[in-house]
């Protein structure tokens, strides 16, 4: 308003001076009027850009959660917790632990398909900080603290297993380490196509951690979210757990502290864990076919995870990628296998 008032002024006071209106502009004036409506135009669109972002922020956090939204850490965040089926079950809790991203609609679908079909009894599964409607915890936060954060929240929540753990991805790091500081609880282990050890330094990758904080400083304008919710309609569930979750704020910020103690804080916790897991731990290694074909490392890698306790079985599902429960042939091993570890066949 003010640029427009000074406009007017000077349009006025060449009139009453000159009799008319002066048309000629320096170089310098039209430089300084282009600028200044770029200027004003991106500032405009980020103005619509953030209050949009806010907008669907607001309408996805009306989505309600399913199960528990436990205090942890002095009730400084919020860890979500669910479980399903018969709490006095005769045979021990799946306990489900995602992999790079949260656990519902994803590892939970073919669980969910056993627990329905009678298969197993009861399943739990958490989000990690920043996942889902988890919160986000304080840094530094490894694979370690996120374990004392999943204990907290299963006392408070009167859970106390026996458990079998059934991880994917990254998220087999966290089970590893869960396993290993209860071993009493902790009945078997299915690995799903798990992170092996010698990944961890891509995942704790300078230039991953880069691109992760590039993320983090463009996510206020919500370029990925108004796609989502505006061009694509996709729906609230899409954006909090579901395929545009690694759009949120909050994981973002997740991944980005796994990637700063990757290879230091968590790196020590996993190889703690590997040096204490008792060797009757009974493991079951499920992996890619392509992945295991398009690379020798990840190959290794799998085969290495099967040396970590009792090895009951590693299958490697033909066809299958990385979300192997997505070809039949894996959802039918991903059964028979959990089957015999909560069996103990």
Request: aromatic share 8%.
């Amino acid at each position: 308003m003010c640029d427009r008032v000074v406009e007017y002024g000077k349009r006025e006071e060449e009139v009453r001076l000159t009799g008319r209106r002066e048309t000629r502009y320096t170089l310098g004036e039209w430089c300084s009027v282009f600028a200044g409506t770029i200027l004003l135009t991106v500032f405009l669109a980020i103005s619509v850009l953030f209050t949009i972002n806010l907008s669907i922020r607001a309408r996805d956090a009306t989505l309600t959660a399913p199960g528990k939204l436990i205090p942890v850490d002095d009730g400084r965040y919020h860890i979500h917790l669910n479980c399903v089926g018969d709490k006095n079950a005769s045979h021990p809790t799946i306990f489900l632990e995602g992999g790079e991203d949260p656990v519902e609609g994803r590892l939970e679908s073919w669980v969910a398909e056993a627990l329905t079909d009678g298969d197993i009894e009861r399943y739990c599964y958490w989000d990690r900080p920043g996942f889902a409607w988890s919160e986000n915890a304080p840094s530094p936060f490894s694979a370690g603290r996120a374990v004392d954060t999943l204990s907290e929240a299963l006392r408070k929540a009167d859970e106390a297993g026996p458990y079998i753990l059934v991880s994917h991805g990254v998220g087999g790091i966290y089970s590893r380490v869960f396993a290993s500081r209860h071993t009493t609880e902790v009945q078997g282990m299915l690995l799903i196509d798990t992170t092996p050890d010698s990944y961890l330094r891509h995942i704790g990758s300078p230039s991953r951690g880069f691109l992760l904080w590039i993320r983090g400083w463009i996510y206020p304008l919500g370029l990925d979210r108004f796609v989502s919710a505006i061009l694509l309609q996709h729906n609230r569930a899409d954006r909090v757990y579901g395929n545009d979750a690694w759009q949120n704020g909050g994981q973002i910020k997740a991944e980005l502290q796994e990637n700063l103690v990757a290879t230091t804080f968590t790196a020590n916790e996993l190889t703690a864990a590997n040096a204490i897991m008792p060797a009757k731990m009974r493991v079951v290694v499920v992996s890619s076919g392509k992945k295991v074909k398009r690379s020798k490392s990840w190959f290794d890698g799998q085969k290495d995870l099967g040396g970590r306790g009792k090895l009951v079985a590693w299958d490697v599902v033909n066809g299958a990628g990385h979300e192997v429960w997505k070809e039949q042939a894996g959802k039918d091993v991903l059964k028979r296998r959990l089957l015999q570890l909560v069996h103990h066949k």
